[in-house]
């Protein structure tokens, strides 16, 4: 029977344990690169990316999620929701949201995301709400599809922004 000296031992078990490392690393980072990446962790980037476009009044960066084909039951368009923004960029300054963190469920090329968010800023030297409040913040939810670029909003389906719920009301039963 072939003996092993002891000197070859610790080489095999070196590289046993060399693999089971590397093993382990390449599931670990395979792990994070899925979460990383996937659809969700995606579109909530894509939130946060939003919202500091529109707190630094960068209306492009804002447009970059909106798809060009959006539309909504209150008959906006990609060409009305970046006026509106536009509109509330130049009469406020210093924009804040406060956004809770984000509701979104995938389901293979679109996703619905559920918002509810406070917006602040300042008019004339006064500091106040733009539009919600801490006790009825604005919440809507938004249909997300997977486009050529990316993740966009295609539509709101559903949206309540305390000031303006008659009027929304009204926009949306013509």
């Given amino acids: ?53 529109f707190e630094n009044e960068k209306l492009l960066g804002v447009a970059t999620v909106l798809s060009r084909s959006y539309h909504d039951p209150w008959g906006m368009s990609y060409e009305s929701v970046l006026g509106h923004l536009q509109e509330v960029m130049d009469t406020f300054s210093e924009l804040q949201v406060d956004l809770e963190p984000p509701l979104v469920e995938v389901d293979g090329d679109q996703a619905r995301v559920s918002l509810r ?26 249909l997300w599809r997977k486009e050529a670029p990316g993740w966009r909003v295609v539509t709101t389906e559903t949206l309540d922004i305390p000031e303006l719920r008659n009027e929304l009301d009204a926009m949306r039963s013509r």
């Fill in 117 to 142: 968010l406070v917006i602040w800023g300042t008019a004339d030297g006064q500091r106040g709400y733009v539009v919600g409040s801490s006790s009825d913040p604005v919440t809507t939810v938004q």
């Fill in 1 to 53: 029977m072939p003996t092993r000296s002891c000197a070859t031992l610790p080489t095999m078990g070196s590289r046993r344990v060399t693999v089971i490392v590397v093993l382990a690393i390449a599931v670990t980072l395979g792990a994070w690169l899925v979460r990383h990446f996937s659809a969700e962790q995606v579109i909530r980037r894509q939130i946060a990316a939003t919202v500091e476009s």
